[in-house]
């Protein structure tokens, strides 16, 4: 698969067995079903127009974690019930994610991600390097490029905009798929930042 010459360096720059984030949050219950964590991952080539993670597209180094870290303080929460990948996008790092993802999984959570690759892409030649194992362990994908033209803005839509698809790859989940793409939610961390999260996937981080 072509990319850009200098994304591709930057992928190369994240250590094996490390992510690089754009943000994290614990206890959301906007981005998938029931209370979860989710990971922005950073870098994305969609470049959507209207896309409210902009800040997320480029692959420079921004925040690196071990993956073993990052299992550590997802299942810390008694609450959490899985793990959401939202982005940036999350195929590019698939093999990292694949590796939380299963670890995640050995501990009875469930793993959603959003993509702006359709399904169809990934389960072909033409997908990012792991892609077929992190689809392997996900319980839900939200597939599909955010399309202003067909953006939905719905109480009972799950999907931002109407190109988008909702796979249930997990048949416990199926009668789960309760959120809304235009829920938000505030976070307010103990120094006193505020993290604003749900609108369309959104990551807001403010002082």
């Not at 990052?70 to 929460?77: A, D, G, N, P, R």
């Not at 991600?113 to 990934?122: A, K, M, P, Q």
């Amino acid at each position: 698969m072509t990319i850009k010459k200098n994304s591709y360096l930057k992928l190369m720059e994240i250590p094996p067995g490390y992510l690089n984030l754009m943000g994290y949050v614990d206890q959301s219950e906007v981005n998938g079903p029931g209370c979860r964590a989710v990971i922005w991952v950073q870098g994305c080539l969609q470049e959507c127009p209207g896309c409210f993670n902009s800040d997320s597209w480029s692959f420079e180094i921004n925040q690196l974690i071990a993956v073993d870290t990052l299992v550590e303080k997802i299942t810390s929460h008694p609450r959490h019930e899985g793990v959401t990948f939202s982005g940036g996008e999350p195929f590019w790092q698939a093999s990292a994610l694949a590796e939380l993802a299963c670890k995640v999984k050995a501990r009875g959570l469930n793993v959603m991600s959003f993509t702006g690759f359709t399904l169809e892409r990934l389960q072909s030649q033409y997908a990012p390097a792991g892609s077929q194992e992190l689809l392997a362990q996900l319980d839900i994908l939200i597939d599909g490029p955010y399309i202003q033209s067909l953006a939905i803005n719905s109480p009972d839509s799950p999907v931002s905009s109407s190109n988008q698809r909702v796979h249930v790859f997990n048949s416990a989940l199926k009668d789960r798929i309760t959120w809304a793409s235009d829920q938000t939610e505030v976070h307010i961390l103990k120094d006193g930042s505020r993290i604003v999260t749900g609108y369309m996937g959104q990551l807001i981080l403010s002082d």
